[in-house]
């Protein structure tokens, strides 16, 4: 595993313009606060810092230079849901029951009996609050299933699924269990704008705190500012531009609201993830969705590394060195046990944690976790919907684990050259540990997956 110091002197300026006052490179007094900013249906090729070569995003380009940047940085599912299911319990989504995307009026939650991270922080010492999309349970705001005060936040503001009726405007968030009406403006901008008065106004500033802003932007339906529209006036597609534009507006949230975090202080003694989901909408180039994979292979719902492979930030002033490109894989699970391991909480004993701490990556070491990297994805296109990484290697299968595809991910990023055949011996100890880890899930999660019928399958997908 390397890692690898980059030039910082652009990083330096780049922060200069960013922030009011710059980032110092020590830790305060007392246990870090932690920010999980997390996109939508962003790609791996979609920041400027990744490669994008006309999406413009100078705010999360700069928070790059100040911290370690993942180049094979994993959500835990193709789609939204089990991805943030398995930030707050360190746990595949199969184990915590939120296998698929959740319709509204389903079944599916993330269940009480799951630890998530906000209620073991809260258990610590610390102020919680979300902000953003929640997307963990198909009764939102109903007595009927838990909602994220019941996992732990003292404070929320969020919508089950997208905003609706767009981004622009939106009139379906719920503050605290009251719905609040319409909003006036832009959804990422508005949920850093309610995040900002919760750190001025309503935490106790005695505690330290974690913060969850989990934006809509950049899912679709999508509606951007003009604002940011008119830095994209040379592109003739529609569109892209305003799949462009919103990036660049999801961006422009995440500036500010690393702007608050200095402006009060905060920043030194903060620790800020940045991550997406899944991988992006569409297929790039006429229906909606117009995210960069950044060439991999695969986009939402498939299990090809295109559909998981995303963005990871991570900035820790004091611990993290500025301007720094980590190529050691993690994945959202870590997320949980890193943030554990930072409040100096006790991770649960009474279940099997699928993460590893990420600090280790962040200093060049692979990251010790006791199970195999894992994906499942039952609405991925294809045949194809289950997925294991050990080491450089990756297996792909469908979900009687009877089709399988091998690649070395070292030497093939883009899988393009299935190894099954060539490499009998990795395969068949691939298989093995598959088949292994497969039927250690599936006992423990609930029985939901077995009743997901074909309507389930076949829902509007723009809905997810």
Same mark, same amino acid.
Request: charged share 20%.
């Given at each position: 595993?390397?890692?690898?110091?980059?030039?910082?002197?652009?990083?330096?300026?780049?922060?200069?313009?960013?922030?009011?006052?710059?980032?110092? =490179?020590?830790?305060?007094?007392?246990?870090?606060?932690?920010?999980? $900013?997390?996109?939508?249906?962003?790609?791996?090729?979609?920041?400027? +810092?990744?490669?994008?070569?006309?999406?413009?995003?100078?705010?999360?380009?700069?928070?790059?230079?100040?911290?370690?940047?993942? =180049?094979?940085?994993?959500?835990?599912?193709?789609?939204?849901?089990?991805?943030?299911?398995?930030?707050?319990?360190?746990?595949?989504?199969?184990?915590?029951?939120?296998?698929?995307?959740?319709?509204?009026?389903?079944?599916?939650?993330?269940?009480?009996?799951?630890?998530?991270?906000?209620?073991?922080?809260?258990?610590?010492?610390?102020?919680? +609050?979300?902000?953003?999309?929640?997307?963990?349970?198909?009764? $939102?705001?109903?007595?009927?299933?838990?909602?994220?005060?019941?996992? %732990?936040?003292?404070?929320?503001?969020?919508?089950?699924?997208?905003?609706?009726?767009?981004?622009?405007?939106?009139?379906?968030?719920?503050?605290?269990?009251?719905?609040?009406?319409?909003?006036?403006?832009?959804?990422?901008?508005?949920?850093?704008?309610?995040?900002?008065?919760?750190?001025?106004?309503?935490?106790?500033?005695?505690?330290p705190f974690l913060l969850s802003v989990w934006a809509h932007e950049p899912h679709y339906p999508i509606k951007s500012s003009p604002e940011f529209k008119a830095k994209y006036l040379d592109l003739t597609d529609d569109v892209q531009r305003e799949h462009h534009a919103n990036v660049t507006q999801l961006d422009h949230a995440f500036g500010k609201l690393m702007q608050t975090l200095d402006e009060l202080k905060?920043?030194?003694?903060?620790?800020?993830? $940045?991550?997406?989901?899944?991988?992006?909408?569409?297929?790039?180039?006429?229906?909606? %969705?117009?995210?960069?994979?950044?060439?991999?292979?695969?986009?939402?719902?498939?299990?090809?590394?295109?559909?998981?492979?995303?963005?990871?930030?991570?900035?820790?002033?004091?611990?993290?060195?500025?301007?720094?490109?980590?190529?050691?894989?993690?994945?959202?699970?870590?997320? $949980?046990?890193?943030?554990?391991?930072?409040? &100096?909480?006790?991770?649960?004993?009474?279940?099997?944690?699928?993460?590893?701490?990420?600090?280790?990556?962040?200093?060049?070491?692979?990251?010790?976790?006791?199970?195999?990297?894992?994906?499942?994805?039952?609405?991925?296109?294809?045949?194809?919907?289950?997925?294991?990484?050990?080491?450089?290697?990756?297996?792909?299968?469908?979900?009687?684990?009877?089709?399988?595809?091998?690649?070395?991910? &070292?030497?093939?990023?883009?899988?393009?050259?299935?190894?099954?055949? =060539? &490499?009998?011996?990795?395969?068949?100890?691939?298989?093995?540990?598959?088949?292994?880890?497969?039927?250690?899930?599936?006992?423990?999660?609930?029985?939901?997956?077995?009743?997901?019928?074909?309507?389930?399958?076949?829902?509007?997908?723009?809905?997810?």
């Amino acid at each position: 595993m390397r890692i690898f110091v980059l030039n910082t002197a652009a990083g330096v300026l780049a922060a200069a313009l960013l922030l009011s006052t710059p980032i110092t =490179t020590h830790a305060a007094d007392g246990p870090p606060n932690i920010v999980i $900013f997390l996109a939508d249906d962003l790609g791996f090729g979609d920041l400027g +810092c990744y490669g994008h070569p006309i999406i413009q995003t100078p705010n999360l380009d700069a928070f790059a230079k100040q911290g370690t940047r993942f =180049t094979q940085c994993y959500a835990a599912c193709a789609v939204c849901s089990p991805s943030r299911s398995a930030i707050l319990t360190g746990r595949t989504p199969y184990r915590n029951g939120v296998f698929t995307w959740i319709p509204e009026d389903r079944e599916i939650h993330l269940r009480a009996s799951e630890i998530a991270l906000p209620k073991l922080l809260k258990e610590r010492g610390y102020a919680t +609050c979300h902000v953003g999309k929640w997307h963990l349970n198909g009764h $939102f705001n109903k007595p009927t299933q838990p909602q994220p005060n019941d996992h %732990g936040y003292d404070w929320w503001l969020a919508t089950q699924n997208n905003a609706a009726p767009s981004h622009e405007n939106p009139s379906n968030f719920v503050r605290n269990g009251q719905p609040v009406g319409t909003l006036e403006g832009y959804s990422a901008p508005l949920i850093v704008d309610e995040a900002t008065a919760w750190l001025k106004q309503h935490r106790d500033p005695s505690k330290p705190f974690l913060l969850s802003v989990w934006a809509h932007e950049p899912h679709y339906p999508i509606k951007s500012s003009p604002e940011f529209k008119a830095k994209y006036l040379d592109l003739t597609d529609d569109v892209q531009r305003e799949h462009h534009a919103n990036v660049t507006q999801l961006d422009h949230a995440f500036g500010k609201l690393m702007q608050t975090l200095d402006e009060l202080k905060l920043a030194d003694n903060t620790v800020v993830f $940045f991550t997406s989901d899944n991988g992006p909408e569409g297929d790039g180039i006429k229906s909606p %969705g117009r995210g960069s994979t950044g060439g991999l292979r695969g986009r939402k719902r498939a299990v090809y590394e295109g559909g998981i492979r995303v963005p990871g930030i991570m900035r820790w002033p004091g611990k993290t060195q500025p301007g720094t490109t980590s190529d050691v894989p993690v994945i959202g699970t870590d997320i $949980f046990v890193t943030a554990v391991g930072i409040a &100096q909480a006790k991770l649960p004993t009474d279940r099997i944690l699928d993460g590893g701490n990420m600090l280790a990556a962040i200093e060049g070491r692979a990251v010790e976790r006791a199970r195999p990297l894992y994906w499942r994805c039952v609405i991925a296109p294809g045949p194809l919907k289950t997925a294991m990484r050990i080491g450089d290697w990756k297996i792909l299968a469908d979900e009687q684990l009877t089709r399988f595809e091998l690649y070395n991910l &070292q030497n093939d990023p883009q899988e393009k050259t299935n190894l099954r055949a =060539t &490499q009998p011996a990795k395969f068949e100890a691939m298989k093995t540990a598959l088949v292994k880890l497969n039927t250690e899930i599936e006992a423990e999660g609930p029985d939901w997956w077995k009743n997901y019928d074909q309507e389930d399958k076949n829902v509007n997908k723009n809905k997810e």
